[in-house]
Each structure stands twice: as C-alpha cells, then as structure tokens.
Nanobody
Framework: VQLQAYGGGFVQAGGSLRLSCVAS????????MGWFRQAPGKEREFVGT????????VYANSVKGRFTISRDNAKNTVYLQMNSLKPEDTAVYYC????????????????WGQGTQVTVSS
C-alpha cells in the first residue's frame, strides 16, 4: 500500500489542523493505521493508532484529549484532527500502516507516507 499524507501547515498555538493520509490500493481496510511525528533532533514518536473498523483508537499521552484519529475505509483515508495545538507539537507528521494492532513501535509499521510538516508558533 502507498500512503500520501497532506494537510500540514503553520498555525498559532491553540489552533487546529487536520491531516489526511490517502492510501492507494484495495487493501487499506486490512491495515491498522498509525500516526507518528518527528521533531528536529528527536526520535520518531508515536502519536496514535486506529484499528481496522475505526472503533478502537490508542493515543500517546502527550496528545490524548487534543488529537483525534479517524478513518474512512470507503475513501481509503485516515485522518488526524489536531486541536489545542502547542509549540511542542511542531514536527513532521507521518502516517503508517501495519498488520499489528496497538503497536507503538515504528519498526512494526511496514508502509509509510512521505510526511507533512506541522509548525505551531507560540
């Protein structure tokens, strides 16, 4: 599966952005999807993951209550709605696909999008 993420941009603290990740192919609904982020000089960080139906979602503590992951299998798309953004949310955000449920390890994700930059100013 090929993934393409978009929707990043520049936003002031407290603002919102919605990222989208579109998958090619007919197997999107067979993959658990995850979002990761990587800030300059830091390791890639798990943001959250969603199960096949979209009924179960796991978030990192750092984004819980502010970010929402959803998916639309008919559109082969997974979303990351980010609210109450903080400067520390500044990073390149990646979507990824895995065959394993509820894994936070980037090495468990076989397919990755190209990343989209999110910059939050204070």
């Amino acid at each position: 599966v090929q993934l393409q993420a978009y929707g990043g941009g520049f936003v002031q603290a407290g603002g919102s952005l919605r990222l989208s990740c579109v998958a090619s192919g007919r197997t999107f609904r067979s993959y658990f999807m995850g979002w990761f982020r990587q800030a300059p000089g830091k390791e890639r960080e798990f943001v959250g993951t969603i199960n096949l139906s979209g009924g179960s979602i796991v978030y990192a503590n750092s984004v819980k209550g502010r970010f929402t992951i959803s998916r639309d299998n008919a559109k082969n798309t997974v979303y990351l709605q980010m609210n109450s953004l903080k400067p520390e949310d500044t990073a390149v955000y990646y979507c990824a696909a895995t065959g394993s449920w509820n894994t936070k390890r980037s090495q468990d994700y076989a397919y990755w999008g190209q990343g989209t930059q999110v910059t939050v100013s204070s």
